[in-house]
């Protein structure tokens, strides 16, 4: 089943944390539980304020989409554990088909891996007549193993180092050859010689097996019974009980245990030459606590992935999660510029020209006639008033107003007072460091082939910004530089008076063109009546850019 992530801008604010909580519960409830909420970033103090005010879980941290192996590997996977035998692990493997078993412990841990290398390496080490080589088993699977009927059996799950003694030579020659082993740890095959039988029961070995179905008289079982000797029959003739005794260890004992799993968060990347060189070009799949998760095979690669994406609050890939290309995009519910965005298939894409993606999201419900739940209701009000500055942004929108009013009829949240919460909440910088401030809303655009960034930060006073100013004008100039910017900006915006400044580091060639009123610093701009980075000051800055062009 594929998972579909409803999913924000990178630093997202709260209309896009709040747009994608309510945007999958909606899908949810319209019977489409493989939508996701998640975020491409950490919460801003507002938004973590909301959240928590109306008790709705934080969405999934998702911090990129670079293909990793969990989003192709096969959750479904045949196992055995660690005590199952060889012949009965073998025989599931070809059963369902499979090149390769992981071997587990209980609870589903994994031990090792099954594949047909590496018993044949054991099987090999065991039959070689130049070594004398004993297996570990127990009784229970000897028994299970040959099918054998058991007379009397003693310490049945008791794991040992078995050595098979096959009773085909002379009675004295075969004494020799049981005198050379430690009796509690041989395993006798023998036909139907009472004279074998009586010994071995009488030398205390561990376990005799009578083959081809003879049966053992009462004096032979009372002896072994005497003697602590388990005593089977084998419906098998002595040549076909002896090779499957050596199938009768533990799979444990028979799997290759250095050849390492893969984690569910390795990107494709990384184990595609992995995967080339692994037996059957399968490998298991844990995750961080070494629990299987499944298997990847290479043609596991070939696959579509098993995720898939919806976006909300933005359309221009520079601005969404990383690695976002390598998915199929169902969705896109925006009210910002169209950016270069192309699909190679058709897609719903609903854009509009509203203040918040939250009216968009509200309306939905309305559309398909689908109750929201109080607290989704809460928080989508918030998300609105969050976007348009409680109803005051240059792009709130008459829908937006009726959408606002029409949540705060049936949720009975006061739209002022609930605005002034959350600008309360959200407003003070004191104690966060320029860097949290300046990325917690982040955006990057590209305009005529120039890449730069725009952060807008929410202040009840621009001064607690400007006595700081040389601390911003570091970490932007470091943001520039890394991120091969012509300038990155950071928007103040003075939520009771309604205006702006904006602190830049640029390129000089930049500035010199900026025809924006300033300060008495020559990088702090003023921005009369401007509270809307997406309607008043990217149209604003794109104008700046085309003067640099033309220059």
């Not at 040389?470 to 205006?499: K, P, Q, W, Y």
């Not at 930049?510 to 401007?530: G, M, S």
Request: glycine fraction near 4%; charge should be negative.
């Amino acid at each position: 089943m594929k998972t579909v992530y409803v999913i924000g801008h990178r630093n997202p604010d709260s209309d896009s944390i709040i747009s994608a909580t309510a945007y999958a519960r909606l899908k949810q409830l319209m019977g489409h539980s493989e939508y996701v909420a998640a975020r491409a970033g950490n919460l801003s103090p507002q938004t973590e304020y909301i959240m928590n005010r109306f008790k709705l879980p934080i969405p999934q941290y998702v911090p990129d989409l670079i293909p990793k192996v969990s989003y192709y590997m096969t959750r479904e996977c045949q196992t055995v554990s660690c005590d199952t035998s060889l012949w009965k692990a073998v025989n599931a493997m070809q059963e369902h088909d499979r090149k390769v078993m992981p071997v587990v412990q209980d609870g589903g841990k994994y031990v090792s891996l099954l594949h047909y290398s590496a018993f044949a390496k054991n099987v090999l080490q065991i039959v070689n007549p130049e070594k004398s080589a004993a297996i570990s088993t127990t009784i229970g699977l000897i028994s299970e193993t040959i099918s054998a009927q058991p007379v009397i059996t003693f310490n049945e799950e008791e794991t040992f180092r078995c050595v098979t003694l096959v009773a085909g030579s002379q009675f004295e020659s075969f004494k020799k050859r049981l005198a050379l082993h430690a009796p509690s740890t041989v395993i006798v095959i023998t036909g139907d010689r009472k004279d074998i039988q009586e010994y071995c029961a009488q030398e205390k070995v561990r376990a005799i097996i009578i083959t081809s179905g003879y049966t053992p008289d009462k004096e032979l079982r009372a002896l072994a019974e005497k003697n602590g000797v388990s005593l089977l029959v084998s419906p098998y003739d002595t040549s076909a009980t002896s090779m499957l005794i050596i199938y009768s260890s533990p799979v444990s004992s028979m799997a290759n245990q250095e050849l390492a799993p893969l984690n569910a968060n390795d990107t494709i990347k990384k184990v595609r030459p992995i995967l080339q060189k692994a037996p059957g070009g399968t490998l298991p799949v844990i995750d961080d606590s070494n629990n299987l998760l499944g298997v990847i095979s290479e043609s596991d690669l070939l696959n579509e992935p098993c995720i898939e994406v919806c976006l909300v609050d933005h359309n221009e890939l520079s601005q969404a999660v990383e690695g976002i290309e390598n998915y199929k995009i169902r969705e896109v519910i925006d009210h910002h510029r169209l950016g270069s965005f192309s699909t190679r298939y058709p897609i719903t894409f609903i854009n509009r020209p509203v203040g918040a993606t939250c009216t968009i999201v509200t309306n939905l419900y309305r559309q398909h006639h689908v109750s929201i739940p109080k607290e989704i209701a809460c928080i989508l009000l918030c998300g609105i008033l969050t976007d348009t500055l409680v109803l005051q942004s240059a792009t709130t929108t008459d829908e937006d107003r009726e959408t606002a009013e029409y949540l705060s009829n049936i949720t009975n949240l006061d739209i002022q007072t609930l605005g002034k919460d959350i600008i309360t909440a959200s407003s003070s910088l004191k104690g966060r460091s320029a860097e949290d401030v300046t990325k917690q809303d982040m955006k990057e655009f590209n305009e005529k082939g120039h890449k730069f960034t725009v952060s807008q930060i929410e202040v009840s006073s621009p001064s607690e910004v400007l006595d700081r100013k040389e601390e911003f004008f570091t970490l932007l100039d470091s943001v520039r530089t890394s991120r091969g910017c012509l300038f990155s900006a950071l928007m103040v915006t003075d939520i009771i008076n309604l205006t702006s400044l904006m602190l830049v580091a640029a390129d000089p060639s930049f500035l010199q063109v900026v025809e924006i009123p300033r300060t008495d610093h020559d990088n702090i701009f003023v921005l009369k009546n401007i509270v809307s980075r997406k309607k008043q000051l990217i149209p604003l800055l794109s104008e700046q850019i085309e003067k640099l062009e033309n220059a």
